[in-house]
């Protein structure tokens, strides 16, 4: 079968049958954009969001986790693991950040990756956590099964950009990362994900 119209990346592209351990990803930016895209949620084009911050730059293809939703259950985990106030889940998609040794060109773009853990960035009281995965297939980073294996380099990277991604001069940093996780306990934020969307559209029905 196929499709005559275009599938809402959010809604409808399956986020894959061997998830939490590989999922399908919507890639919104990469690397070498110099403006913010993101999914728009009524019509699923990308749209611009912001141009990015001074000179902050995305450090990885980054996105979304099709069929996800932060909300109540991600929310809880982060309450686990951080001793922060936190109201609840941001509202979106799950985000995701896809380490490859190749070029990809430009946003609008479907892949499989393969979670090896990832942060819980606490932004504006809200979980907004970032999984942190591999190309499926990429012959450099698919060594790394997880996220402690990677370079300190990179680690780093992650860190300064998710907490001044939307730092302005003369204003407090609304973003911190309360801690960072294994593999396995990104697949429990995958799974949290998953049923916090499930539950969305219940409500929506």
């Not at 070498?32 to 019509?43: F, G, L």
């Not at 951080?82 to 070029?103: F, M, N, Q």
Request: with cysteine; proline share 6%; hydrophobic share 35%.
């Amino acid at each position: 079968m196929f499709r005559t119209n275009k599938a809402h990346p959010w809604h409808g592209v399956p986020i894959g049958e061997n998830a939490p351990g590989e999922v399908t990803v919507f890639i919104e930016i990469v690397p070498r954009d110099t403006v913010k895209y993101e999914v728009d949620k009524e019509t699923g084009y990308l749209k611009i969001d912001r141009p990015q911050q001074y000179s902050n730059v995305v450090p990885a293809n980054y996105g979304f986790i099709p069929q996800t939703y932060c909300a109540g259950g991600v929310a809880d985990l982060a309450r686990r693991g951080s001793a922060s106030t936190i109201t609840g889940g941001d509202g979106d998609p799950l985000d995701i950040l896809v380490l490859s040794e190749h070029h990809i060109p430009r946003g609008d773009i479907i892949l499989k990756a393969m979670p090896i853990g990832g942060f819980c960035l606490i932004d504006d009281n809200e979980a907004d956590d970032k999984i942190i995965a591999v190309l499926k297939g990429d012959k450099v980073f698919e060594q790394y099964q997880e996220i402690s294996q990677l370079p300190k380099g990179i680690l780093e990277r992650f860190e300064h950009y998710f907490l001044t991604y939307k730092s302005l001069p003369d204003a407090p940093n609304i973003c911190e990362i309360a801690y960072s996780y294994s593999r396995e306990q990104s697949y429990g934020v995958i799974k949290a994900a998953i049923k916090d969307y499930d539950e969305l559209l219940g409500r929506l029905k």
